[in-house]
């Protein structure tokens, strides 16, 4: 986050928050995240299923399943948890199809393609997770070469100091957010959400996919030990990829309710606008 003043005007200062290999990164992953999502909930239409251990198959017990259960002439959708079942017809296990009640995990709207087509989707998934992984690598390059990391993302002492978290959420909570020359930086709570996501969950969620590739594993055969199996990647890359969604909408919450425009702009211009106070 670059915070260079850009001038002032009627009491508020315009400085310029995001540099142009930030702002680049940002939209290509966001085209990266979107298409990786809906051709990834296609791959997983093609066995709507979750397993734990070195195999997975319809005689191996699942912890979380989408199925279509047949109930005399009705067909409903049923999604299991463990011991726990929850009818979702009409959502998951079972959606409509031109009218129809069809078989499908995830409904046709958010998978890519719409039709069931797992080749189709592997190709578009596997295409866009190259792009996402290249992406990844120069913003990681630099961050570390412009001590972006550092600078923006690191969190000071005083800023991990218990109290002063508490009274970030309590402001999260009641939509309060910074204003001044507080808004020139990340929060705490940012920083450590960001770093979390970029150093944990896109590193884990990028290792478990490739334990998935046979090919990768004939190069890297220690992945399917290092997650205990296959279907245990597979899962870990189920529920990574479910905490990554969790984290755009709250993100994206939150660039709505703290001002919109002034989000948008800061990372399409690059400037941001911080409201002064006027001077006595």
Known sequence: METADLGMTSGRRLIRRHSLTV????WLNVLCMTVLLFSGLQ???????????????DSDPSFLSLEAVEQGDITRGVTRVGGLSFDTTGILGVSNVDGEPTARGFPAWITLPSYQDLATGRRWHFFFAWLFVVNGLIYLGYGLLTRHFRRDLLPTTDELAPAHLAQEIVDHARLRFPKGEKARRYNALQKLTYLLVIFVALPLMIATGLTMSPGFDAFAPWLIDLFGGRQSARTL??????SLVAFVVVHVAMVLVSGVFNNMRSMITGRYAIHTEPKP
């Open 237 to 242: 890359h189920f529920i990574t990829a479910s």
């Open 23 to 26: 702002r680049l990164s940002h």
């Open 43 to 57: 791959i997983f239409n093609a066995h709507p299923a979750l397993y734990w251990g070195q195999y997975g198959a």
